[in-house]
Structures are given as structure tokens and as C-alpha cells.
């Protein structure tokens, strides 16, 4: 870039190295994909605790189990979260005290299973994105910082070439080289800040969860 030519973020990007323009393009790219993933996640994870607020306030009015579970087992949209557990956890125990021989434990066992297994795929579901998330935010700030040094390179083999280098010159350089770093940081921070809120909110919904399990197999116990 010449030093008389305009300063602004555009003209930097436009400004600087092939290689550089192609670390920014991935960074912003990568940057994009993570805001999309986390507006996924905050409105899934979002939707999962008003779900499960929702079903622990019909479920702690002590109603009857099997009017619960054919309220849950009829409604328009798939059961997630809270609920799914408690079908699954359910169908398997009604599935099991119909069958002549087992005993209780055995029963009330092979309903923890089936809550255990709902349970991991509920989990999962929440977990989805998030290692993405966590992968941009480590290494993002190395990708804009390789674009950086290999533009400071460029700035300098540029330099090379004049008889008197004077800080007019070489700032313009340094400069495009920088871009990337910012870059790379407006990517990572977002990502961290939503991974670390996601990752306690996923951890307190698996608290809520593994009690609901542990409870409801107390219940089942006396039931049977």
C-alpha cells in the first residue's frame, strides 16, 4: 500500500497480501458460522429450561402418572428434554410390570435404564456445537496471528527494496498485518463468552435432569 493512500478498514483488507486476505476470509467465514450456532443454541437451550420448568410444575401437582404419560405421549411436536425422560422412563416400566416374575428392583432398574439412555440423548442435543464454538475461540486468535506475521513479512520485503525506510512506509504494512489479528480476536471472543454461558446452562439443565431421574425412580419404587 502507499502511505498516501486512505487508512480505512476496507483499504487495509483490500490493501493487503493474497495470503493475508485468505486467513481474514476464513476467519470471517468461521466467525459468521459461529454467530449461527450460537443463536442455535441460545434459543435450544433456552427452549429446554422453559420445557423443563413447564413439565416439573404439571408433574409436582401429583396427578395421575398414566394421564401424565398420555398427555405428554399425545402431543403435536416430539417430546424433548424433561418430558422425553419421563416417557421413556415410563413406557419401560409399565413394559416391565406386565411381565410376571421380575421383581421390584428389577423393574424400577429397567426404568433408570431408559431414563439413563433418554437422558444421553438429551445431552447430546445440548452439547451439539458447542466444541465448535470452543475451537474458535482457541484458535482463532493463532490463525489471525499467522495472517499478521506473514503481512509484517510482506511489509518488510517491501522495504528492502527503498533506499531509506522511513515509518511512513512501513506502517501501512503493519497495519494490514494487524487486521487480521483483530479479525481473529472478534471472532474468538464472541465464541468463548457463548461457550462458558452455554456450558453452565447445559451443566444446570444435567443437574435438573439426573435428579428428576433419581426422584422419579424413588416414586416408581413405591408405585410398583
Do not use: C
Amino acid at each position: 500500500m502507499n502511505p498516501t493512500e486512505d487508512m480505512s478498514f476496507i483499504s487495509l483488507i483490500a490493501g493487503a497480501s493474497v495470503p493475508a486476505q485468505l486467513v481474514m476470509a476464513v476467519l470471517v467465514l468461521t466467525s459468521l458460522i459461529s454467530w449461527w450456532y450460537i443463536f442455535i443454541k441460545f434459543f435450544a437451550i433456552r427452549s429446554a429450561d422453559r420445557d423443563a420448568e413447564e413439565f416439573e410444575r404439571v408433574f409436582w401437582k401429583g396427578g395421575d402418572l398414566n394421564q401424565l404419560y398420555e398427555s405428554v405421549n399425545s402431543g403435536r411436536r416430539s417430546t424433548q428434554g424433561m418430558a422425553s425422560i419421563f416417557e421413556a422412563g415410563f413406557k419401560d416400566y409399565a413394559r416391565l410390570k406386565r411381565q410376571a416374575g421380575l421383581e421390584v428392583s428389577d423393574v424400577t432398574e429397567g426404568a433408570r435404564r431408559a431414563m439413563r439412555a433418554a437422558y444421553n440423548r438429551e445431552m447430546d442435543d445440548l452439547d451439539s456445537h458447542l466444541p465448535f464454538l470452543a475451537s474458535v475461540g482457541s484458535v482463532s486468535p493463532y490463525i489471525g496471528l499467522l495472517g499478521t506475521v506473514w503481512g509484517i513479512m510482506n511489509a518488510f520485503r517491501g522495504l528492502s527494496n527503498m533506499a531509506q525506510a522511513t515509518l511512513s512506509h512501513v506502517a501501512p504494512g503493519i497495519a494490514e498485518a494487524l487486521v487480521a489479528t483483530a479479525i481473529g480476536l472478534f471472532a474468538a471472543i464472541p465464541a468463548v463468552i457463548a461457550y462458558n454461558r452455554f456450558t453452565a446452562s447445559v451443566d444446570r439443565l444435567a443437574v435438573r435432569y439426573e435428579s428428576f431421574i433419581e426422584e422419579f425412580t424413588n416414586i416408581l419404587q413405591r408405585k410398583a
